[in-house]
């Protein structure tokens, strides 16, 4: 074993990493089922969440392939895409050790979707025109990427480093391989990897959200459970090792002013992996500014070093990579080689520079990095997923000793890989010889090009396509409401707070929202100004928990974010249950101590104005806040909606601090909690928020009084700017060249009065609630189907429709379609979009059918945020920001789904009556053509 220079004591049993008391884990509650068959299914019951997520995950990935099978497995998952375009997979991917695809649907889709699903993977059915067309697309992509040099570099990496199996990577698929395949024969292949592979054994089905375990289960029964196959022994890879390490690979495309260099260990375990590449990328991390201060590299800076750690294909690999540039100055006249000697000197001086403070600042970035994934259930149930693939843990369940992991590194002799231009390897070419690198070029890159392989040219072999059975019907209801209802508690604080509570199935962390009652109409005198006044209070509120963070008061940095609507402002803030404490303490001494220093209040109004001309140069908001001053015109409000003033123009330091005392206003505020809801929540709210006092006095808002026209239409002027929020210094040339022109694609804006209830229109009625949810249904199904119409549409088809549902100050939706070439086109398609949903929705044959993708897009779109208890806590505090002067009804957002859920063709029809005819208004661009 090499000398470590400093050795290291470490404990592990740390307190602050070990699992704390009643911490939830999303595992825990995980149900694991075996059918007959011998699929393994995962189902994850999480009421909160409106939507069922779907993913089915195959053990056939880029480690399975063989000389023959080369690319096919990718091949495999391009034609499942292409053969089920009914199945909208979010993910349909073929990785090293899997294949996985995803999808989100709703709770009605589940059966219908597992039944497609089962017969898409255990009994594939596709043309031979999608055959073709794929298997041509795969060959042209492999050539074209065969000619780039970042191909080679790969091949030539993966080749060496895994000389038992080179074709068993992604850089392994060879132009030559699939060369001389024909239709027929890739079909035998495709059916031979079908046989083998795609087979319940091999496989297993994820499904969470909005589901009944049970009835779930029968569900899987009823379609993956109809197939049988007999299980079929994977490929076991060839045992050669590559003696030879190091490396230089040299082409005329590689900028001649860089070397790159690439270092790979493989002996260390997945865990030593994730710990030494945490310790070693970080941005402070005394390697990385060891190498950049060293002038003899010049390295331009952190950025251009790189450590990751890779557990694939039963493999981890620890990748340590630079870019060097040639030394400055005459004092320095190094070749590539001599600074690539230099480089590997400082690598293998690691152990003597990393310490356990290094230890413990990565263990903590590992932990919160694993909370934040676990707190996300979909990120959980793709890390999960993965490691059942894999059959591994995640990396970092237990945390290795740090002096066996630097002995370990110490102990190993790495793979280097040295990239550079080949007028750099001609001039150095002996230097690298002595220094025993071998050299790598283009016609030796590739696994298939080397003559150790030459006895591994493909060959044939066949497969067999399992039998499928017969299927039953399975019924499911959906009680997404009713019991998501129930969860939600409201009380009161003793100065008057509304808290409102409700707890997540699987959370893991807490979330606190503040809603601020105020918004942007609570200053439309000088617009932008409390827009303003809520970011200063956000970065007091960060300021302070950051500090509580670093003094070990707050066990992980929580994550934090901010908005401003109409009428209410947003703070939320996510964090460690336990931290609850310190989190709400931490808030109110900045809300009741904080200082505001002038040069905060200064970048913070320069960050305001910037934010808004990013919004006034957009098109589309010109057109529509164009529209909604038209119908507010009169009205207070409407000075907001002004796109061609900036704002915050004279904005006095005095008249910011007297702003920031309403803040200490109680009735300012209403509180959300979310996720994991710790027991003396209650308590620690009334200690802390409870100080706050409640003033007398009135909040003063201004008023929004709409006067819709009746088809009225007005045109315009857009101000055409190029704006980026992409920093100068990152940006380069964007555009490169500016082409004078005088035609602008410019949107169009068409605006619809949302129902109103002549009877109830001070209340907040459920029956005002259902005609309002019916309309937004409709509204946002039109977005989809307008689309698709326009899509076959000649002279509007380059179109793109969205639509923007009514908001707090505006009773109205708007379509809108932009990149419009002849507005009476856009109208046209319009009228014609909306009479051919009409007739759908008459017409007994389609008309339950289209209520239902009314009902799926809703869940699928609007309800989306319910995944996650931060997208909760929003949908929470809508209902102070659309309550208006009513009472707010927390559980809004769930009446509107369930209102939606339960409505049926007419209602559905009677809506979109409102969108018959002329819109309200019709906005215009006066560079529009008509």
């Not at 006092?693 to 008023?703: F, H, L, M, P, Q």
Request: with cysteine.
């Amino acid at each position: 074993m090499k000398k470590i220079v400093k050795k290291i004591a470490v404990l592990i049993s740390l307190g602050i990493f070990s699992a704390r008391p009643g911490f939830s884990n999303p595992a825990q509650k995980m149900q694991k089922i075996t059918l007959e068959n011998g699929l393994t299914a995962f189902l994850l019951e999480n009421p909160g969440d409106a939507s069922v997520h779907v993913t089915f995950v195959c053990k056939a990935g880029f480690a399975a392939q063989t000389q023959e099978t080369n690319g096919f497995f990718r091949l495999f998952t391009r034609i499942a895409l292409a053969s089920n375009p009914a199945l909208k997979f979010s993910e349909a991917s073929c990785n090293t050790d899997f294949s996985r695809y995803s999808l989100t649907i709703t709770p009605s889709q589940a059966e219908k979707t597992l039944r497609m699903m089962a017969d898409a993977f255990f009994n594939p059915a596709f043309s031979d025109e999608t055959l073709s067309a794929e298997l041509s697309a795969l060959k042209s992509h492999v050539k074209e990427n065969a000619g780039a040099i970042s191909y080679h570099i790969n091949a030539a990496i993966d080749s060496r480093v895994f000389p038992d199996a080179p074709w068993q990577h992604d850089s392994g698929i060879h132009p030559e391989v699939l060369a001389g395949i024909s239709q027929e024969k890739a079909r035998t292949i495709l059916t031979q990897i079908t046989g083998q592979f795609y087979i319940p054994q091999n496989c297993a089905v994820f499904v969470s959200g909005n589901i009944n375990a049970a009835r779930v289960t029968s569900m899987l029964k009823e379609s993956f459970g109809r197939f049988y196959a007999a299980a079929t022994p994977s490929p076991k890879r060839i045992a050669r090792q590559n003696p030879q390490k190091k490396f230089v690979f040299h082409a005329e495309e590689i900028s001649a002013d860089l070397t790159q260099i690439v270092v790979q260990y493989t002996t260390l375990s997945a865990a030593q992996c994730a710990l030494l590449a945490e310790i070693l990328n970080d941005d402070n991390s005394r390697f990385k500014k060891t190498l950049v201060e060293n002038a003899r590299l010049n390295i331009p800076g952190n950025e251009y070093i790189n450590v990751e750690a890779v557990n694939e294909g039963g493999i981890s690999r620890l990748i340590i990579q630079t870019l060097l540039q040639k030394p400055e100055g005459k004092t320095h006249r190094l070749t590539s080689q001599q600074q690539t000697s230099d480089f590997l000197a400082q690598v293998q001086k690691i152990p003597e520079i990393v310490d356990n403070d290094d230890f413990l600042g990565a263990a903590r970035q590992l932990h919160q990095k694993k909370n934040d994934r676990i707190a996300i259930t979909q990120d959980f149930l793709a890390d999960f997923s993965a490691d059942w693939a894999r059959g591994t843990q995640t990396a970092t369940d237990n945390l290795p000793d740090l002096a066996e992991c630097l002995c370990a590194l110490s102990d190993e002799n790495p793979f280097v890989f040295v990239i550079i231009n080949s007028a750099d390897f001609k001039a150095t070419k002996n230097q690298y010889a002595a220094g025993n690198f071998e050299e790598i070029n283009k016609k030796n890159s590739a696994w298939y090009t080397q003559e150790i392989f030459k006895e591994s040219q493909p060959q044939s072999s066949g497969g067999k396509i399992p039998d499928s059975g017969a299927a039953t019907q399975i019924t499911a209801d959906n009680k997404f409401a009713s019991v998501n209802t129930a969860q939600i508690k409201t009380s009161e604080l003793s100065n008057g707070i509304t808290v409102i509570k409700k707890p997540g199935a699987l959370s893991t962390r807490t979330t606190i929202l503040l809603s601020i009652d105020g918004g942007k109409i609570i200053s439309v005198e000088n617009p932008g100004f409390e827009e303003m006044m809520i970011q200063l209070l956000f970065a007091m509120i960060q300021r302070e928990l950051a500090e509580k963070t670093g003094r070990g008061e707050i066990s992980f940095l929580p994550k934090m974010d901010c908005r401003t609507d109409y009428r209410t402002s947003s703070v939320i803030i996510e964090f460690e249950s336990d931290d609850i404490a310190e989190v709400c303490g931490g808030i109110i001494s900045a809300i009741v101590y904080g200082q505001i220093p002038p040069a905060m209040a200064d970048r913070t109004v320069a960050n305001a104005r910037h934010r808004k001309r990013l919004e006034n140069g957009s098109a589309v908001n010109q057109i529509f806040y164009a529209g909604v001053r038209e119908i507010l015109k009169g009205s207070e409000i409407a000075r907001i909606f002004d796109t061609t003033a900036d704002i915050l123009q004279q904005v006095d330091f005095s008249a910011i601090l007297v702003s920031y005392l309403d803040f200490l206003d109680a009735r300012r505020y209403n509180i959300i909690l979310t996720g994991k809801i710790p027991s003396d929540a209650d308590g620690i709210l009334e200690a802390t928020f409870g100080r706050l006092e409640k003033k007398a006095g009135e909040i003063r808002r201004a008023s929004a009084l709409a006067d819709f026209p009746d088809g009225k239409s007005v045109v315009t002027e857009i101000t055409h700017t190029f704006l980026t929020d992409v920093p100068a210094q990152a940006a380069g040339p964007m555009p490169a060249e500016l082409v004078p022109t005088k035609e602008f694609l410019d949107p169009v804006a068409y605006i619809f009065e949302m129902p109103q209830d002549s009877a109830h229109r001070t209340e907040d009625t459920a029956e005002k609630i259902r005609r309002s949810a019916v309309y937004c249904a409709v509204l946002n199904f039109l977005e989809e189907f307008l689309q698709e119409k326009c899509a076959e549409t000649p002279g509007i088809s380059q179109s793109q429709i969205s639509v923007i549902l009514p908001r707090a100050a505006t009773g109205f939706g708007t379509v809108i379609f932009q990149n419009v070439r002849h507005t009476k086109l856009a109208d046209s398609a319009l009228q014609a979009g909306i009479s051919a949903l009409r007739t759908l929705l008459e017409s007994p044959e389609t008309a339950e059918k289209i209520a239902e993708e009314i009902k799926i897009r809703w869940t699928l779109t609007q309800m989306a945020q319910t995944s996650t208890d931060a997208g909760t806590a929003r949908l929470l505090q809508k209902s102070f920001e659309m309550s208006g002067d009513s009472k707010p009804i927390p559980q809004r957002y769930l009446l509107e789904h369930d209102f939606i859920q339960n409505a049926g063709a007419n209602d559905f029809l009677d809506a979109l009556e409102l969108f018959d005819g002329q819109p309200s208004l019709s906005v215009y661009s006066r560079d529009s053509q008509k």
